[in-house]
């Protein structure tokens, strides 16, 4: 997958509300998410079970809310 997926291809990460988000970052062949082609520098909204295709590579997410279970230990007292 080295070889057809560019070091700059897409960016997956946790914005500010405390979602997961991807951004097509201008690659050569594109980004899709569910089979639909991402528009470059826009951020779309993960769903567990979403699809991912960067050229040849399919990913699909599958994940918890940690975030929301982080914050509230944030809150909550440290155990020594």
Do not use: F
Request: no cysteine.
């Amino acid at each position: 997958y080295l070889n057809v997926v560019s070091r700059l291809n897409a960016e997956i990460g946790v914005k500010a509300e405390n979602y997961l988000a991807i951004q097509e970052l201008h690659s050569t062949n594109g980004t899709y998410l569910n089979g639909k082609h991402l528009k470059p520098l826009y951020s779309y909204r993960l769903h567990d079970g979403d699809q991912i295709r960067m050229s040849s590579l399919v990913l699909t997410v599958h994940y918890k809310q940690v975030v929301e279970e982080l914050a509230a230990q944030e809150g909550a007292p440290q155990q020594a």
